[in-house]
């Protein structure tokens, strides 16, 4: 079953320092979500991104945020001038298309720690 | 408006018995919901979703019950295995939109 990826598994920053968060969706998906968790609380939305631009964004996608897809497969997340509370683990998601009928296929995660 | 409350938090179940897991929400305009399972050190991965024009689903040993006048809807595990043990999501999304979640429910099934 086609599933999607994220890489790397763990990422240990400094603070300040920027960070790349990568993911490849599901091949022949168009939406392309990321999402974050923080240790012990829920799954928060961060944004999503559909036809080379943004779509919607919460509140915590700030100027900090970015989200790109470089290439055909690849879709990313930067984080710029990263702070302690940046610490959680970030999930990018995919679907094939919006609404119910299509679900979002979640990826096993980047556990970013920012000393 | 656009939270979801899910209870409880922890849940432990004997093997065999029945795991319930509820979460209610506010915003009317939600129209998708579905529940996802997470095992540590993986991502959530979907389990079973319902639309609010139907007030019961069932696949295999889960069952989501809807009940929209009361806007909450609740994840029924039958004959719970410890296999099962994991922790629980609920969600909500508007037509696409971004997935809000519920704050989760860890589920232990005690052989």
């Known amino acids: 079953e086609p599933e999607v990826t994220q890489t790397p598994s763990h990422q240990v920053t400094q603070m300040g320092q920027e960070v790349i968060l990568r993911c490849v969706p599901i091949?022949?998906?168009?939406?392309f979500y990321w999402y974050r968790q923080i240790l012990g609380q829920k799954v928060e939305f961060l944004v999503s991104f559909y036809n080379n631009e943004i779509s919607e964004k919460s509140e915590i996608f700030d100027d900090q945020f970015s989200v790109e897809r470089p290439d055909g497969s690849n879709f990313t997340l930067k984080i710029r001038s990263t702070k302690l509370e940046d610490s959680a683990m970030y999930f990018c998601a995919s679907s094939r298309d919006r609404g119910g009928n299509q679900p979002q296929h979640f990826g096993d995660g980047t556990r970013l720690s920012i000393l | 408006q656009q939270q979801v409350k899910q209870s409880p938090q922890s849940l432990i179940v004997q093997k065999g018995g029945i795991s319930i897991i509820n979460c209610a929400y506010e915003n009317t305009a939600f129209d998708y919901f579905p529940w996802y399972q997470q095992f540590p050190g993986k991502g959530p991965a979907l389990l079973i979703a319902?639309?609010?024009?139907?007030s019961e689903k069932k696949e295999g040993r889960f069952t989501i019950s809807f009940n929209k006048s009361a806007k909450q809807f609740s994840l029924h595990i039958m004959d719970s295995q410890p296999g099962d043990s994991a922790t629980y999501f609920c969600a909500a999304e508007t037509s696409g939109s971004r997935l809000t979640f519920g704050e989760g429910t860890q589920l232990t099934v005690n052989p």
């Open positions: 091949s022949n998906h168009l939406y």
């Open positions: 319902i639309r609010p024009d139907v």
